[in-house]
């Protein structure tokens, strides 16, 4: 597996699927996280129906196969109701909705975990349900929300090599044309999982930041590693750190803004 | 929508031998991930740098990229390499070993769950390593660990039809050798859709029920 002479135009068609990797990728996390947060908040809603109607889709979405779901969204749909999606948004259309129902939980669970106390002092300030989503839970959910989101993408990222299977030129799809090409399989698959590899650990790094801003949103000290935290782990605990930070800076955007991803 | 119950009916019959492959699979692969696992999650453990370091370092890279690919892998590069197996022994083994990479973490948080007074309960009696490994620490981790394996079982069950991409005949492939012979996709895609919903929904139920009384 020594040898990587493929040619000039081999890596480009390599380069081009990271491009439409990287895109699916995009596009299936935006939807994702629409349907992650419509669902998730819907299964904290207070009619029965409502939280039946996404129970029942969080179900159907993580109970079947992704890979299912792609094939008969594109090779079903089209011959029954006749009209066909372009691969490229079929793909996302799957992948949106199936990793949005698993983020569904993510979500529900945030918010589920933020303490009562917070709830009942907005119901107590009179807030209407949305406006104490809005200013007073997703706020503190969202920080415990960015680690289970940033495994989650990392799945996205490996699930769109399902694409392939469509026909969708991403990185997968390309190592097959490459093969095909130079008859070699070993050193093709390596590069391209070195590239899965390069791209999961850029979505680590880029999560890691998002996770120290949304941390540091509510006043919460930031994530182990930095001076700040270990100065504020030695000192006392957490908590009482976080506290102090936020008297300490009462410019800050404070707790409001974190939540803006809803 | 046009939804046919013929076709189904015709469709039958390769559909219960593509269920009998798919859970052959999910057997064979749950079987590896399992026993894989606890070697990485004790090699992770090691003192001796020179093991615990590559070990993580080949899981994490394994955990980071799409099984599909590394299927490809399997599939065209180890007959290079002299080693032809078929293609579901192939599908079991990129399974096994795509999972074995998230159990091996389940099984190092189960151990590090025990409780340091057990650690210390078998040096004050003095138990040889390997006794206090077998017959103190394993069975308190698996016993917590045993619903989060589940799950991945179920994981891997979701993820089973991706041995149709190397030719192996589980219940998508044969949906789709089906469609290709007769040109319905319809029924028979959403007969294998629904089997798998019907598969893991009562199977997360169980784990649940297994949950509240394994770990307490």
């Known amino acids: 597996m020594s040898d990587f002479s493929f040619s000039q135009g081999l890596w480009e068609l390599l380069l081009r699927g990271v491009w439409i990797t990287v895109q699916l990728t995009v596009y299936s996390a935006a939807l994702g996280a629409v349907v992650a947060f419509t669902v998730g908040l819907a299964r904290t809603h207070r009619l029965w129906i409502v939280r039946f109607l996404s129970g029942a889709y969080f179900e159907i979405f993580r109970g079947t196969s992704a890979l299912v779901l792609m094939i008969w969204v594109f090779f079903v749909v089209p011959l029954t109701l006749g009209w066909q999606l372009v691969p490229m948004w079929a793909a996302v259309l799957t992948l949106g909705c199936t990793y949005g129902a698993y983020g569904s939980e993510i979500v529900r669970g945030a918010v589920a975990a933020v303490p009562v106390a917070q709830r009942e002092a907005g119901v107590a300030l009179s807030m209407p349900p949305a406006m104490r989503m809005r200013k007073i839970l997703l ?87 930095t001076p700040q935290a270990r100065r504020a782990v030695a000192g006392r605990p957490q908590d009482l750190a976080g506290v102090a930070q936020r008297s300490a800076a009462p410019g800050s955007p404070g707790p409001s803004t974190s939540g803006g991803a809803s | 929508m046009n939804f046919d119950w013929s076709n189904l009916g015709d469709f039958m019959p390769a559909f219960w031998d593509g269920v009998l492959v798919t859970l052959q699979a999910l057997l064979g692969g749950s079987l590896l991930a399992f026993s894989l696992g606890l070697v990485w999650a004790l090699a992770q453990r090691s003192s001796l740098k020179v093991v615990s370091w590559p070990v993580k370092a080949v899981a994490e890279f394994i955990r980071n990229t799409p099984l599909l690919v590394q299927l490809f892998f399997l599939f065209y590069v180890l007959p290079e390499w002299g080693l032809t197996l078929s293609a579901l022994a192939t599908g079991i083994l990129g399974l096994g070993l795509h999972y074995s990479t998230y159990t091996a973490e389940v099984y190092r948080a189960g151990i590090d769950g025990v409780p340091a007074g057990q650690w210390e309960a078998a040096t004050a009696l003095s138990l040889p390593r390997s006794r206090t490994w077998i017959a103190v620490i394993l069975p308190q981790a698996l016993r917590r660990v045993v619903p989060a394996l589940g799950n991945y079982v179920i994981a891997m069950l979701k993820d089973s039809p991706m041995l149709m991409t190397i030719g192996v005949l589980e219940m998508l492939g044969e949906a789709r050798q089906f469609g290709s012979q007769t040109f319905q996709m319809n029924e028979s895609i959403v007969a294998v859709g629904i089997a798998f919903i019907v598969i893991a929904y009562p199977a997360s139920l169980l784990l649940r029920a297994l949950e509240r009384r394994l770990v307490r």
Do not use: H
């Open chain 1, 139 to 225: 706020p503190q959910a969202w920080p415990e929300m960015v680690p289970p989101f940033c495994n989650l993408l990392i799945e996205l990222l490996k699930g769109t090599a399902l694409v392939s299977v469509l026909g969708v030129a991403d990185i997968t799809f390309a190592a097959q044309l490459v093969r095909n090409a130079t008859g070699q399989s070993a050193p093709v698959y390596t590069v391209i999982l070195v590239m899965y590899f390069v791209l999961a650990f850029a979505i680590t790094r880029v999560m890691r930041q998002v996770e120290r801003r949304a941390k540091a949103g509510v006043g919460r000290a930031p994530a182990k590693g």
